[in-house]
């Protein structure tokens, strides 16, 4: 499986025999194109399209790096293309498969299930849940990037935030995040929910259904691919300032239940 874990925790101050600690938690589902040995004669001739945001998440996986160095968290990162299979989708959703693997014989399709899609979701999820049963609250951050025109349409967007509405700590989290971004990035426009519903079919909405909001913040950051392909000092200075917004955002957590703070 194509996916790296970094082992190192955020921990908290306690404010007394009710604190709670928080550990941040990062993923990236679609940190690479790569497609393994076993599996190319099913992308003959699809270099172009592997190369393209149908094939990874451009920009995600560095992205997802920095944010796992900047906050000593565990990182989950694939490198394996969405096109052999999409981590950010439930089974049996119809784009868990792409139109070159979803034709194939149902025992290739379990074996790509088994060996990519089950070890990554299935070792992201224990450490979540290792950690809440610890007594911690988990934030999730989830490293994406979106295609700057979609079917003709212009995304009207340098960052996206995607939260449920439903749970005050995403609420409240993302509002902070955005603020802390207009104050150090005023060039950028950020959208909440933007270009994609955060309560669409992904991990992080699977993780929601397993933890409730007193234990569990997921939030997703959708990056421009604009940014990544305008050159490689303006890219590692936005990734800088993204990390920086978020860890200001993270100082003051009125977000999480009062316990519950961040160093």
């Known amino acids: 499986m194509a996916a790296t874990t970094q082992s190192h925790q955020a921990h908290a101050s306690r404010t007394g025999p009710a604190s709670r600690t928080i550990m941040v938690v990062i993923t990236c589902e679609h940190g690479g194109n790569r497609i393994p040995g076993p599996y190319r004669h099913l992308?003959?001739?699809a270099q172009q399209v592997l190369n393209t945001h149908r094939g990874y998440d451009i920009g995600a996986a560095a992205l997802a790096r920095d944010l796992a160095a900047a906050f000593a968290a565990p990182l989950f990162l694939s490198t394996v293309s969405r096109l052999l299979i999409d981590l950010n989708r439930s089974?049996?959703?119809p784009r868990l498969y792409s139109e070159f693997t979803r034709n194939t014989g149902a025992d290739?399709?379990?074996k790509i299930l088994q060996h990519y899609y089950?070890?990554?979701r299935t070792n992201?999820?224990?450490c979540i849940r290792q950690a809440i049963e610890r007594g911690q609250h988990v934030i999730h951050v989830s490293s994406h990037s979106f295609t700057p025109e979609l079917d003709g349409e212009v995304r009207n967007a340098d960052i996206g935030l995607l939260y449920d509405p439903k749970r005050s700590t995403e609420v409240n989290l993302g509002r902070r995040y955005r603020a802390a971004l207009q104050v150090?990035?005023?060039a950028c426009k950020t959208r909440m929910n933007?270009?994609?519903t955060g309560i669409s079919d992904g991990f992080i909405s699977y993780l929601r259904r397993?933890?409730?909001?007193d234990v569990y913040t997921g939030i997703e950051i959708e990056m421009n691919q604009k940014h990544v392909t305008a050159g490689s000092r303006h890219w590692r200075q936005l990734r800088k300032v993204v990390i920086e917004a978020l860890q200001e955002s993270f100082r003051s957590i009125p977000a999480m239940p009062p316990e519950s703070r961040l160093e």
């Open 184 to 186: 150090q990035a005023p």
């Open 108 to 110: 290739l399709r379990r």
């Open 43 to 45: 992308f003959q001739n």
């Open 124 to 126: 992201a999820e224990t």
């Open 91 to 93: 089974v049996g959703h």
């Open 118 to 120: 089950a070890p990554y």
């Open 194 to 196: 933007y270009p994609y």
């Open 210 to 213: 397993h933890f409730s909001g």
